[in-house]
């Protein structure tokens, strides 16, 4: 009886084992397709802390090699560029679409070439979506992939990963990834590539940056009534959100490079500390709060600290 035991736990512990190995044998087809999967995840809004992590049973010893593996494995599918299709709803612009599926108006401008206009897309238009941000050149007759990356000052390694293709000889017309870059027409389409939106729609100006009643007005001022969407002027992470003084509700976005927006006297606040919002977001609602005389939004550019007149920074209206 107790051999017969024995006999019985030892049957269970091989089983075990085996179960472990096929896991780690099946892991990178595992992991592969969840990567693939949290492209459709972030478009619907569900993706976890879970699922940046992929298959959480993993155990302790020999299995934590096998699964760092399969993480770098993961990591270098993710970099490969995938495709989806989106049809434009009603109400929808090009800077809702992006936001989401979580990449940048210049990235669907790029790999969509017949939008002629980012500020004109039409309800039922397909728009092709990709799960990086970049831009679509198409080769020309003799050109390389090291060509292509001296033009838009990428590295011509990371062309070739994020497109899974074999680009040793192009064919001309073929299309090639390019990654982070940017389209060149891009500004002659409608957008902005050094510059941003305006904050709100409408309105008109009722303070300009400079010398204001004996000191100096450090931003713009446009009057808009009380509850008027308040919207990201490009791509960036809320550094403030919340009170401030006479400014009122204040939200602050850290743009990179030195750059910094402030966007004063909300009625309420749409976004925290730390978020990532993209351009075109509505981050908060106009008001007259703080040191006011008035509804408005009162907007400023700082670069390195010091404030710079929004006019040049802004598209003509």
């Not at 051999?3 to 087809?29: D, H, M, T, W, Y």
């Not at 709100?200 to 400079?210: A, L």
Request: charged letters at 25%; aromatic letters at 8%; one cysteine or more.
């Amino acid at each position: 009886m107790e051999r017969g035991k024995i006999i019985l736990v030892f049957c269970f512990l091989v089983l075990i084992f085996s179960s472990q190995v096929a896991l780690a044998e099946e892991g990178p087809e595992f992991r592969f397709f969840q990567r693939l999967s949290l492209f459709e995840r972030e478009a619907s809004g569900h993706l976890g802390p879970m699922d940046l992590r992929g298959d959480q049973t993993w155990g302790n010893g020999v299995q934590l090699e096998a699964q760092l593996r399969i993480d770098e494995i993961a990591d270098k599918i993710a970099r490969v560029a995938r495709f989806k299709t989106h049809e434009v709803q009603p109400g929808e612009t090009l800077w809702d679409i992006s936001r989401k599926y979580g990449i940048d108006v210049a990235t669907l401008a790029g790999v969509n070439h017949d939008i002629a206009n980012v500020h004109n897309i039409r309800v039922g238009d397909v728009i092709r979506v990709i799960n990086i941000r970049g831009t679509i050149h198409k080769a020309k007759d003799g050109e390389t992939v090291d060509c292509i990356a001296k033009e838009y000052g990428v590295c011509p390694e990371e062309i070739r990963m994020v497109n899974g293709d074999d680009l040793s000889r192009l064919n001309p017309g073929q299309e090639v990834v390019v990654p982070g870059a940017k389209p060149p027409d891009f500004a002659e389409r409608g957008g902005t590539l050094d510059s941003f939106i305006w904050p709100v729609s409408g309105g008109r100006i009722s303070s300009h940056f400079g010398p204001r009643w004996g000191g100096f007005h450090e931003g713009l001022d446009i009057a808009v009534p009380t509850g008027t969407p308040v919207r990201a002027t490009k791509e960036g992470y809320v550094i403030f959100s919340g009170w401030n003084g006479g400014y009122g509700n204040v939200v602050d976005i850290d743009h990179g490079g030195g750059v910094v927006t402030r966007y004063a006297h909300n009625s309420r606040l749409l976004v925290r500390r730390g978020s990532f919002v993209y351009q075109g977001q509505v981050i908060a609602y106009s008001g007259n709060t703080g040191r006011s005389t008035g509804p408005h939004v009162h907007f400023e550019i700082r670069h390195n600290g010091r404030p710079v007149n929004p006019i040049r920074y802004l598209p003509p209206r």
